[in-house]
């Protein structure tokens, strides 16, 4: 079945530094979409890619959906104590059959801000 | 946030007893998905639902059953729960309008604990 790995499963920075978490997919996606989760709550929906090559920013949230629609990440630029949270990334099935909106997730990337 | 709930929030139980969790949508949403998470697994399917009635197994599904009788309610039982089904547990819910892109939103999760 389709599997979604995500990298890396821990990220320490610092207040002001960068942070990038990657997305693989070992089938090609229809779509792929990004949630986070803060401490003790639940995923919340960030935002959906489902274009080749696809780039869409959110402030200093940069996502990217890889050419052939098997890879994505997510590049947050001077991260702040805000951010700190599980980044989860998860795929939906290519299309071809009803996929009943069903997403496979990756493990997650949990992020920590030190200020 | 979308109207879901889960209920109970939190529920402590014995090896080999019944549990039911439940979720309750006010969306109207047509598909609806129990999900499991666990440290280093990010969020696994367990069942899911695409109408009244309507559901199917996803990737962990051994050991729940679920049922669907009204829109707004999805059930997720564990027959005999064992340590193993201690975890997190989310229900979400999708419109289906959007051939299957749309985005998941989540209920605020139940932690069962299994003893």
């Known amino acids: 079945g389709q599997q979604v790995m995500q990298i890396p499963q821990y990220q320490h920075v610092q207040e002001g530094e960068d942070f990038t978490t990657y997305c693989n997919s070992s089938?090609?996606?229809?779509?792929i979409q990004w949630y986070k989760q803060r401490p003790g709550g639940h995923p919340v929906f960030l935002i959906q890619?489902?274009?080749?090559?696809e780039v869409k920013k959110q402030k200093r949230l940069t996502f990217q959906f890889g050419e052939a629609k098997k890879n994505s990440s997510l590049h947050i630029t001077a991260t702040q104590t805000t951010d700190v949270g599980t980044y989860f990334c998860?795929?939906?099935?290519?299309?071809?059959?009803?996929?009943?909106?069903?997403?496979?997730f990756g493990q997650g990337t949990i992020l920590t801000v030190h200020p | 946030d979308a109207g879901i709930t889960q209920s109970p929030r939190h529920k402590v139980t014995e090896t080999g007893t019944p549990v039911t969790l439940r979720c309750h949508q006010t969306?109207?949403?047509?598909?609806m998905y129990w999900y499991r998470q666990d440290p280093g697994h990010g969020l696994r399917l367990i069942h899911y639902?695409?109408?009244?009635?309507?559901?199917d197994k996803g990737e962990v599904s051994d050991g729940y059953s679920v049922s669907r009788s009204k829109t707004e309610d999805f059930l997720l039982t564990l027959e005999s729960a064992t340590s193993s089904q201690t975890s997190v547990y989310f229900c979400?819910?999708?419109?289906?309008?959007?051939?299957?892109?749309?985005?998941?939103?989540f209920g605020p999760g139940t932690r069962l604990t299994v003893l």
């Open positions: 969306e109207n949403h047509r598909y």
């Open positions: 998860a795929g939906g099935a290519n299309a071809g059959g009803t996929s009943y909106g069903k997403l496979t």
């Open positions: 089938t090609t996606l229809s779509n």
């Open positions: 979400a819910i999708s419109e289906a309008s959007r051939g299957g892109r749309a985005e998941q939103f």
């Open positions: 639902s695409y109408g009244v009635k309507d559901t």
């Open positions: 890619l489902v274009k080749s090559g």
